[in-house]
């Protein structure tokens, strides 16, 4: 729709002229101009321009041509505000599933902090046997907070070459989460 060419200024007076049906058909079907005048601009200006570019189109009344157009959009509208990924049921993890049943909140596992340090502990030492010994140093001084600058001094290396070992290292790293 943004790529499309701008009304003519003919087509911009002739929908100023007749834009009274825009309002006329929100009122007509008890649609909130506020909720609905995006929904049906917009075909309503795309029923001006091929009012005025199909010539077929002119054994038509315009105000009959827009209405239509207009339909359809709501319809699409309603359509997809009904879908069941919008209107999917939302569950609290307050409250159980059942009436008397255990909150959802305290059958799932707590954070601990030991035991992702430990699991973040055991990735590294995972990773360090699929990576080189200058990687591994560079994904720990990353891991201490140093940029890529630093680290590029640090290790006497340029930052491009520091940034394609790490971009290596991802991949290794992703590779062995899937695995």
């Known amino acids: 729709m943004l790529s499309e060419v701008p009304l003519t200024k003919e087509q911009q007076e002739f929908a100023a002229e007749h834009h009274g049906l825009v309002y006329k058909f929100l009122n007509d079907n008890h649609l909130p101009e506020s909720e609905f005048y995006d929904v049906v601009i917009f075909p309503y200006l795309k029923a001006v321009k091929d009012y005025f570019s199909d010539e077929s189109a002119r054994h038509f009344s315009f105000a009959a041509i ?12 309603f359509r997809v505000q009904a879908r069941r990924k919008r209107n999917a049921e939302i569950i609290s993890i307050h409250l159980g599933l059942y009436p008397d049943g255990t909150p959802l909140e305290e059958l799932l596992p707590a954070q601990d902090r030991v035991m992702q340090e430990f699991e973040m502990q055991q990735m590294l030492h995972e990773l360090a046997a699929h990576i080189s010994e200058q990687q591994m140093k560079i994904v720990r001084m990353k891991g201490y907070g140093y940029g890529i600058r630093e680290i590029s001094r640090h290790e006497k290396l340029p930052m491009k070459r520091i940034q394609e070992l790490l971009e290596e290292t991802r991949t290794v790293f992703l590779r062995l989460c899937h695995e």
Request: hydrophobic residues 35%; contains cysteine; aromatic residues 8%.
């Open 66 to 77: 827009a209405r239509h157009r207009m339909r359809l959009c709501v319809y699409d509208h």
